[in-house]
């Protein structure tokens, strides 16, 4: 049995949305989610699943919140402390079990109502490392960045052309509200915000609601012909998460275990050569560089393969086409399904100003970020 994504919906992508609460921006979201899929809530959908955290959502038991504006009242509702990526992969086995044909599943941030952001981070921090009163509480990103870069052999310039490439892809997506004009100059004369990376090359923060719909082979059929197909999704968890100690500095074993998974279950023996494109993890400019690798798409050295021109929108393997997360931003636990809906518009042709030519698989994959250490990779397509 398949299982396809069937319909999109979102709300905001902006780094504040005033007019609506994140459960109205939720509702807004599942509302063009259903009418996406030509699907109706509460006779159509078997289960509804929601992906948040109480600490960013600052309300205890903040899954309680999650029923009524995603139409899941008095239905089979579920919340999961995770990436929203997570969730749908929570909604593929659920289909693939036989139980259920048709799974909502729901992802939103509001970080602009977050009045103290970085002592969320401190407290995700490892409690012998939150004593030492680290200003940055990201710091870890600067460490991790300079042992890849020792590693890979990646200069500071290759981050910085990250950044450039990211930043000016995103003028062309109306989802991107970080996006700007900038050259490499810019970015490497630019101060350093956690060593070494400027305020180009971390993301800032977006608010944003995202509904995906899944459903089984028969129903996406029997719904037309926009479906997409989730052909394996996996996800893993670094061991020690949240422990400096543990951590393999300049690597990302989830993402390296997670896209393993994926690719078993999509039949994808060189992801470079059977699929057409990726948007990934790019929290941190490094990142990109790092999850290519670790997806088995660095080839001889991600860095290189970005300095040829290979990862660039009209190159052989354009990686992150719509921005990312540094022109779109990060979406807390939106982030995955940020990169998945970004995906979903591209093999639909719905791209618009980003739109790329003659796709047909793609990989996606995303990094939960402190302090889960979690990597979630899908492989989907379009027949």
Request: hydrophobic fraction near 40%; charged fraction near 20%.
């Amino acid at each position: 049995m398949r299982v396809a994504v069937v319909g999109v919906g979102w709300y905001g992508f902006k780094p504040t949305v005033p007019e609506l609460s994140f459960r109205e921006m939720m509702f807004e979201a599942a509302v063009r989610a259903y009418e996406d899929a030509g699907l109706d809530p509460r006779r159509d959908v078997d289960a509804f699943i929601s992906c948040q955290e109480d600490f960013w959502e600052g309300i205890a038991i903040s899954d309680e919140f999650a029923p009524e504006p995603i139409g899941g009242v008095l239905r089979p509702t579920m919340t999961i402390t995770g990436d929203g990526l997570q969730c749908v992969g929570q909604a593929y086995m659920m289909i693939k079990s036989g139980a259920f044909n048709v799974v909502a599943v729901e992802a939103h941030a509001k970080p602009s109502d977050i009045m103290s952001p970085q002592e969320i981070y401190e407290f995700s921090l490892d409690p012998n490392i939150r004593t030492l009163k680290i200003p940055n509480p990201l710091f870890q990103a600067g460490l991790d960045a300079v042992a890849y870069m020792r590693r890979s052999g990646a200069s500071r310039e290759h981050l910085a052309m990250v950044a450039v490439k990211n930043k000016v892809r995103g003028l062309l997506n109306p989802r991107a509200s970080h996006s700007a004009k900038v050259t490499l100059d810019q970015v490497l004369d630019s101060k350093p915000v956690i060593h070494p990376l400027t305020r180009y090359e971390i993301a800032g923060f977006t608010d944003v609601a995202i509904n995906v719909v899944l459903a089984s082979e028969d129903v996406a059929r029997r719904l037309g012909d926009k479906h997409v197909w989730v052909e394996g999704i996996w996800w893993a968890t670094e061991v020690g998460t949240g422990a400096v100690e543990w951590h393999e500095w300049g690597r990302m074993p989830s993402m390296r275990l997670a896209a393993l998974g994926a690719y078993k279950l999509a039949g994808v023996e060189d992801p470079l050569r059977q699929t057409d494109f990726s948007e990934v993890e790019d929290r941190f400019s490094y990142m990109e560089l790092l999850s290519l690798e670790e997806l088995g798409l660095g080839g001889g050295g991600a860095h290189r393969m970005l300095e040829s021109g290979y990862y660039n929108p009209e190159g052989g393997y354009p990686v992150n086409p719509s921005g990312g997360s540094l022109s779109m931003g990060v979406t807390l636990e939106a982030t995955g399904l940020s990169r998945l809906l970004e995906v979903v518009l591209q093999l639909r042709g719905e791209a618009g100003g980003v739109q790329l030519k003659d796709v047909r698989r793609a990989v996606v994959a995303s990094w939960r970020g402190p302090p889960t250490y979690t990597s979630i990779v899908a492989v989907v397509s379009r027949d």
